[in-house]
């Protein structure tokens, strides 16, 4: 279905016109959307280009996921435990994972999408299970178009005490967004045209306050606002209502990962929003010189398909290797350098990835 998907995008952009596109509240994640995200880690590899209309973002080669994908399904509050729906008023979606007893709680406003606080059902000792945004954490802005912008601040307040005294840790995060761009954006995952560029920068600032019996005193602070990180979020008005492809930078503009969103990749089977089984893989001689390298699987049930790519993400070898105990791959002919491997599932999931070195 994806390739199908790829190949009528192929045909269709090429002759349809490009518009300024507008994200509205309509086009936000609701219950019931879902995607994974295949994420690349590799600093320094997807640049942010120059901002502007009419743009064309080219990341369907290059992009190598050398991490977990994740899998998200935003659901009603009345599918997740009671304990963790109580006390969200405003919120209308959660993030639930079953395996780590936790949820992520949100909602849609005339505002954009917001993140109300998080539940985790296995608290520790002297830890609260709630940590509530106070205001709340905006993570898209809507409407937002090219030139939009937007500044908000998320606040996370959390109570203790030690020795006696109470202590109040109060977290403040600072956002602005700006919609720097416009166009068409290309990913493994197909190409989408009328695309807008939505650029987050946000810092927070940590602040200890401490009651020694007559009220809460500043004890200490932390922060800087010219700390922070670059965010770069690609929306549309796609049917699936989730984003296309994120890009993240440190203060100076340094790419830092980035990850592409595919909403054709199901849910494995009683897995939500977690990362696919780690498949038993061991890959020798590493480093290798002249010859074959060995990838070598204890157990292949979960292995699909066996992914090269060298440092610049050019693809070296792509096949499916179902039920193969060894996989050789001839080293001879490649130049020295360092090798990113990925090993996927039938779903796509990553359940294998690394790296190896060729020398000379």
């Not at 509050?77 to 007893?101: E, R, T």
């Not at 998320?154 to 166009?183: C, E, H, M, P």
């Not at 054709?264 to 977690?274: A, D, E, H, Q, V």
């Amino acid at each position: 279905m994806q390739k199908i998907t790829q190949a009528l995008l192929s045909l269709i952009l090429p002759v349809a016109a490009l518009a300024q596109p507008t994200v509205t509240v309509s086009d936000l994640p609701v219950a019931g959307s879902h995607w994974a995200e295949l994420h690349d880690g590799r600093t320094g590899v997807h640049t942010v280009t120059a901002a502007g209309a009419s743009q064309t973002w080219d990341y369907s080669t290059g992009f190598f996921q050398v991490s977990d994908t994740s899998f998200t399904d935003f659901i009603s509050l009345s599918s997740i435990p009671a304990a963790y729906a109580a006390g969200w008023p405003s919120s209308d979606f959660a993030v639930y994972s079953a395996k780590d007893s936790s949820a992520t709680i949100g909602y849609s406003s005339t505002n954009g999408l917001y993140i109300d606080g998080t539940y985790n059902g296995t608290k520790g000792a002297g830890t609260n299970n709630k940590t509530d945004y106070s205001p709340d954490d905006l993570y898209i802005p809507a409407p937002f178009t090219y030139s939009s912008t937007r500044t908000s601040r998320a606040r996370v307040i959390t109570l203790s005490s030690i020795s006696g005294f109470s202590l109040k840790d109060i977290q403040s995060i600072y956002q602005s967004y700006n919609g720097d761009a416009w166009g068409t954006l290309k990913t493994p995952a197909g190409n989408q045209g009328n695309t807008v560029r939505i650029k987050e920068y946000s810092y927070s600032f940590d602040s200890l306050y401490v009651d020694y019996g007559t009220g809460y005193t500043l004890f200490s602070h932390s922060g800087s606002t010219t700390g922070g990180k670059y965010t770069y979020i690609w929306m549309n008005n796609n049917t699936y209502k989730t984003p296309l492809m994120s890009v993240g930078t440190d203060s100076a503009g340094n790419s830092t990962g980035a990850s592409y969103f595919d909403s054709s990749i199901p849910t494995p089977l009683g897995i939500k929003n977690t990362i696919a089984p780690q498949a038993n893989v061991k890959v020798y001689p590493n480093p290798v010189s002249t010859g074959e390298l060995n990838f070598s699987f204890e157990n292949n049930a979960d292995a699909e398909t066996l992914t090269v790519v060298n440092a610049v993400g050019q693809l070296i070898r792509n096949e499916n290797i179902t039920g193969a105990n060894i996989v050789k791959l001839q080293t001879s002919e490649m130049p020295a350098g360092t090798y990113f491997y990925s090993i996927r599932n039938k779903d796509g999931a990553s359940v294998k990835r690394g790296n190896f070195s060729v020398v000379k």
